[in-house]
């Protein structure tokens, strides 16, 4: 199974594809699922869960990217929005009790709200050790250093803000065509990451989206 567990969609507020263009972009590299994982709201989730139901080739993964009171975390296949603002370990809490996996992405980049960069001990289900974000690939080796030192599963996702930059990370997982499968082949580390750092024209029209976006709310 081929999967980018980490994508945003209009509703994290600083993205622009619609769940169904991230649907049709997914679909038409070869991906078998999907996590649209938007800030603080499972909105996009459950609009691609909707979306998906016309085809028979791509999974949705239900998720969000939680701000925690140290960073963001991933709450992978959950059945109910997490409170934004909590500790990370009350977090990881709530995410196993919403039938997740606690997944920490870009976790040593300060400026992108790295729990890790802020706190050095996590129960975490796996880590991004590939996140195509990074413009340098300090960070990304650094993860992987620390999976593979602690054997924490490691994942591989664009964090994708544009509709374009889709796949270019993705986690290869030993498992069968069903969500339930993929989150359990994940906890058990059956997973290999793949991919590339997002080109530099992407991160500059992303800059420039923001920028946008704040002058029109001004």
């Known amino acids: 199974m081929i999967i980018d567990p980490h994508i945003h969609s209009i509703y994290s507020g600083d993205a622009t594809g619609t ?15 999907i996590a649209i994982a938007d800030h ?21 993964i239900p998720s969000m990217e939680i701000t925690t009171a140290k960073g963001h975390m991933i709450a992978l296949g959950i059945n109910e929005e997490i409170k934004k603002n909590l500790s990370p370990e009350e977090t990881i809490l709530k995410i196993h009790e919403a039938g997740g996996l606690a997944i920490i992405p870009h976790p040593f980049v300060r400026y992108r709200n790295g729990i890790l960069s802020r706190t050095s001990k996590l129960k975490m289900d796996a880590i991004e050790t590939l996140n195509s974000r990074y413009i340098f690939g300090y960070s990304n080796w650094k993860a992987k250093k ?5 054997n924490i599963p490691q994942i591989g996702a664009s964090d994708a803000h544009f509709i374009e930059a889709i796949g270019s990370c993705i986690t290869m997982v030993e498992a069968d065509f069903s969500v339930d499968s993929i989150i359990k082949s994940i906890k058990k580390g ?21 920028k946008i976006k704040k002058i029109q709310e001004y």
Do not use: C, M, Y
């Open 19 to 33: 769940p169904r263009e991230i649907i049709k972009k997914a679909r038409t590299i070869g991906l078998d699922a």
């Open 146 to 150: 620390l999976a593979q030192r602690e």
């Open 190 to 210: 059956k997973t290999t990451p793949h991919g590339e750092r997002t080109s530099l024209t992407l991160i500059f029209k992303e800059v420039i989206n923001k």
């Open 40 to 60: 603080n709201t499972l909105k996009g989730s459950d609009i691609a869960l909707k979306e998906v139901k016309e085809f028979t080739d791509i999974l949705i």
